[in-house]
């Protein structure tokens, strides 16, 4: 069974850039599936953030498009998210999750709590 | 933009009894596309239902789906105390992802 893990930094100052990664485990990043961020501020709900196939096809929130950028990177079995321009509302609890291609997502991170604060 | 609303926002109900949540979309949403989560305090969700109505790996048959034009559903047939949790629906359209607000299951 595919296992996540987010990584990356806790605390991400006003303006600047958040950069985490999700690392696969347990099936290989190359498959036919789709790997997705979401993410959920403390005590909130969900909201999806943009997801990429290993060929480099990637779909985004309309919402969150022009910050955000989704990477994958299969010699290290991990994907990626940037988010710019970082403000408190983007303080919330980040996670990577993967499609089979059941248009559901399947598997999930633990995630990652990212403040943004100075 | 297709918006999911789920109701009740909370639902108080003892172990043992059914549990009907809902989720109505504001244009017609293909069953394909419609599936249910479950998340607990400090956990990640967890997948429960895809397809409107396919339970997922692992999931008790007492969570049952079913869908009605823009109305879907989701059962809980007889509440365990493992079940009191936060619920919430998600679509697929237009190549992204929209999930409604959530319903809370808590104990009564």
């Known amino acids: 069974q595919v296992q996540l893990q987010e990584s990356g930094p806790g605390l991400v100052e006003p303006s600047g850039t958040l950069s985490l990664i999700c690392s696969v485990s347990g099936a290989s990043i190359s498959v036919d599936n789709w790997w997705s961020w979401v993410r959920q501020p403390p005590g909130k709900g969900l909201e999806w953030i943009g997801e990429?196939?290993?060929?480099?096809?990637?779909n985004y929130s309309p919402s969150l498009k022009s910050r955000a950028t989704i990477s994958v990177d299969k010699s290290r079995n991990q994907f990626s998210l940037k988010l710019t321009s970082m403000t408190a509302a983007d303080t919330a609890i980040y996670y990577c999750a993967d499609s089979i291609g059941r248009y559901s997502l399947d598997y999930w991170g633990q995630g990652a709590l990212v403040t943004v604060s100075s | 933009e297709i918006l999911l609303t789920q109701s009740p926002g909370t639902l108080s109900l003892s172990p043992g009894e059914r549990a009907t949540l809902s989720c109505r979309a504001t244009?017609?949403?293909?069953?394909?596309?419609l599936a249910w989560y479950q998340q607990k305090p400090g956990q990640a969700p967890r997948l429960l239902i895809y397809?409107?109505?396919n339970r997922a790996t692992g999931i008790p048959d007492r969570f049952s789906g079913s869908a009605s034009g823009t109305d879907f559903s989701l059962t809980i047939s007889r509440l365990e105390v493992e079940d009191f949790a936060v619920y919430f629906c998600?679509?697929?359209?237009?190549?992204?992802?929209?999930f409604g607000q959530g319903t809370k299951l808590e104990i009564k």
């Open positions: 397809g409107a109505s």
């Open positions: 998600q679509q697929y359209g237009t190549s992204f992802y929209t």
């Open positions: 244009q017609s949403v293909s069953s394909t596309y």
């Open positions: 990429i196939h290993h060929s480099d096809r990637t």
